[in-house]
């Protein structure tokens, strides 16, 4: 008699090759706990990736800011300034500090940007510029 029947009854019973219902249970279980993990991964991702673009855009609007600072033949007013811009399609809200740097004949400028509807994407600046003689 060959090892892969069982004897009963008189007759040989084929032993069974497949999983039992436990082992397929706990194969279920874990293809399942492996599925929502890679659920969760993908909706992070996502929520990562559309911060990190309001991110970019918010320090874009900073340096457009700053350049535009920079180029201007007269250096800014010392104190606080700020302004609405519209850049990417979106609203930013900015503000502008000049104080005098350790050098005199130095302007130390802040600025500052955030979304205006709020939520992620801000960024900050510091540049400096030769002040006015």
């Known amino acids: 008699m060959s090892r892969s029947s069982i004897r ?7 032993a069974s090759n497949g999983f039992t219902l436990i082992e397929m249970m706990v194969a279920l279980a874990i293809f399942s706990l492996a599925a929502l993990a890679l659920l969760r991964l993908g909706g992070a991702t996502a929520t990562n990736s559309a911060r990190l673009d309001s991110q970019a855009m918010a320090q874009l609007v900073a340096r457009n800011i700053a350049v535009e600072t920079l180029t201007d033949p007269e250096p800014p007013a010392f104190g606080t300034s700020g ?3 519209i850049d990417g399609g979106r609203r930013w809200r900015w ?3 000049v104080a005098r740097s350790p050098e005199a004949r130095i302007q130390q400028i802040e600025i500052a940007v955030e979304p205006e509807a709020g939520g992620p ?3 900050a600046l510091i540049i400096f510029r030769r002040a006015a003689s």
């Open 83 to 85: 302004g609405a811009t």
């Open 121 to 123: 994407g801000r960024a």
């Open 95 to 97: 503000s502008r500090t």
């Open 8 to 14: 009963g009854c008189g007759r040989a019973i084929p």
